[in-house]
């Protein structure tokens, strides 16, 4: 038996569930509706793994993620809720497309979620780590679509905040989409998130870092600039080790900063912090990245800016002449409308699931006439 693909079970309790058919991948059991066929496993993370599928009534190849015991933290639980909610209103080519969410046999008291995606070849994190070589058009297209999905997100109110090479998906011919939505924001301007652990350390924005209150979709563009600065060396630019590590090595390449674009910072602890670090130049981009397009570097450099209020925007980037050529704005309709994504961080278990179900309905009307869960089959 190859140990690499599904195998068909028998369900564990003796009783197969109509609709429903059992599979087991890496160790752990897939209960998943009848129409999906899966293949093979093809991740893993902390929420559980994923496998590649086929669904029978269209022939597509599609992903499944199943979400292990999603309410055993509530933190994951309002994680994938958020997903949920966010991937309902989401349709856009750079983006991953949500294309289904099983609904379980016991609304009240499902314990694990299957979330079915539209099917990629890997991630940007396996070709930045690959012996691959990446001309300057797989570097600027990369980084084309990333901005134009973020575009996107950003005119639908939508803040990703952990943008890195693992939650960008590519197909073979160099397609990519964001993924995972899991501590992404709806902007309100006045709100304030800083409750809460947010974005890869590595990729994660000064502002974030100096704990400021209000921050906006500038931190996704510093993501941005740290997933390109990889792409074009191969290697992450600030591998930071903790918090204060991290701000040492901004300020190592970037240089010491001067009081103006210190103004942002809200805290004066963290100013403080700041304003004691030895002075520095900073290190040039093209030293670092000598092989890289010129062009590529001047948009690097603006958007790897200290102050956010000085960082190019998604749009102005896209304007840039390394861009020339690929960006046409008549292709590249905003959202049709801002999503408001007011969740309650304070629901409880039984508030999350019944807000899991009414998005599960959105994919399977006819399962409103089922109110407690659908009939077993010998």
């Known amino acids: 038996m190859n140990r690499d693909m599904a195998t068909y079970v028998e369900p564990p309790n003796g009783f197969r569930q109509r609709g429903k058919h059992y599979y087991t991948m890496w160790q752990t059991l897939f209960e998943i509706d009848t129409k999906y066929i899966p293949i093979k496993p093809i991740g893993r993370g902390a929420y559980g793994v994923v496998c590649s599928s086929i669904n029978r009534e269209t022939n597509e190849k599609v992903a499944i993620k199943k979400i292990n015991n999603v309410f055993g933290n509530p933190t994951d639980a309002l994680r994938t809720l958020r997903e949920l909610k966010l991937l309902r209103h989401i349709r856009h080519e750079n983006v991953i497309g949500l294309k289904d969410v099983m609904f379980p046999i016991y609304r009240n008291s499902f314990k694990d979620v299957y979330l079915v995606y539209d099917l990629m070849d890997t991630d940007l994190h396996h070709i930045i780590k690959s012996s691959q070589p990446l001309s300057n058009d797989h570097c600027k297209f990369f980084l084309f679509q990333l901005l134009r999905g973020l575009k996107y997100l950003h ?19 160099c397609e990519l989409k964001i993924c995972d939505f899991g501590l992404a924001r709806t902007s309100q301007g006045s709100e304030q998130f800083m409750t809460e652990y947010v974005v890869t350390r590595w990729y994660r924005a000064p502002e974030l870092l100096l704990c400021c209150d209000n921050y906006g979709t500038s931190i996704d563009v510093w993501s941005v600039g740290c997933i390109f600065a990889e792409i074009l060396g191969r290697k992450p630019l600030f591998p930071g080790t903790e918090c204060l590590n991290q701000l040492k090595l901004i300020i190592n390449i970037l240089g010491s900063q001067n009081d103006n674009d210190l103004g942002f910072i809200d805290n004066a602890k963290a100013r403080r912090f700041i304003k004691t670090l030895p002075f520095t130049r900073g290190i040039g981009l093209s030293s670092l990245y000598p092989l890289a397009d010129p062009l590529a570097l001047d948009l690097l450099r603006r958007m790897l800016v200290f102050d956010p209020a000085k960082r190019i925007t998604v749009t102005e980037a896209l304007h840039h002449p390394y861009m020339a050529g690929l960006f046409d704005p008549n292709n590249n309709p905003p959202a049709r409308m801002p999503i408001n994504l007011d969740l309650d961080e304070n629901m409880n278990e039984e508030m999350i699931r019944e807000e899991m179900v009414r998005e599960m309905l959105h994919y399977h009307p006819e399962a409103a006439a089922y109110p407690m869960g659908m009939v077993l089959e010998r």
């Open 155 to 173: 005119s639908a109110n939508v803040l990703h905040r952990d943008l890195k090479p693992g939650n960008l998906l590519v197909n073979a011919n």
